[in-house]
């Protein structure tokens, strides 16, 4: 009887390590295909691949990273606002999730981050987007003092100096009476946290394009179309790319 139990007992285990294994290997399986439709611009196809991951495990950190940038991504070209605030939304529960999972993973800060910065797009009350515009800086800040060079967390704070500077934020008087309290350097921290950006990712062209604009606005044509030159002759790594390099041809054909 006893051999019978260890036997049953020893095949129940196996059992279950061959079904931790196909789990693995489908994981595996999606995260390749999620990588190589992202590689082909399908950011939909790729966001449905990361969700599948996330549902067979949710504590996968990456994958609901990714789910927060894609919807964040997708949701940004979308013209009704209601549907770019549904896509926001959905974006800050996984980027929540990540953070929840791992609060001194710096991708799951820069999350955060970029999901706030997204809702500051969206949002109607004063209050709500003054919060958002503080929490940008507070995740920025946390993902950066865990990774230095994170590129995209490098690229988010110096943008959030650069729209205090220039963005309808400071219509807001919540905003406003904020900025009024912080120290004035807004203009030279953009373009040092972008610089550091352009450093850590030499092929991020958002960071190029909103560069250029810190310099153009700093009245600084030089630096301004250096940037722009190298945009320009940058590979297309997103959907967006194509777009963003054809915004700094025509603004590089403005300057010259």
Known sequence: MFNSYFTKAFTAIIFLFL??????QDKNLLLKEAKDLELKFDEAGALEKYKQIVSADSSDIFSLEKCAELNCSIGERQRDKKVKATYFNTAEVYAQNAYQQNSNDADACYAMALVAAKKTEVEDDNKKVLEDVKQIKIYADKALAVNPNHAKANYILGKWHFELIHSSWLKRGEIKRFYNAIPDTQIDSAA?????????????ALDYLELAKVYQYNHQPAKAIDVLNKLVKLPNRTFDDAAIKEEGKKMLAEMQ
Do not use: C, G, I, T
């Open 19 to 24: 079904m931790v294994q196909v789990s693995a």
């Open 192 to 204: 040092y946290y972008m610089e550091k950006s352009r450093v850590a990712d030499p092929y991020y």
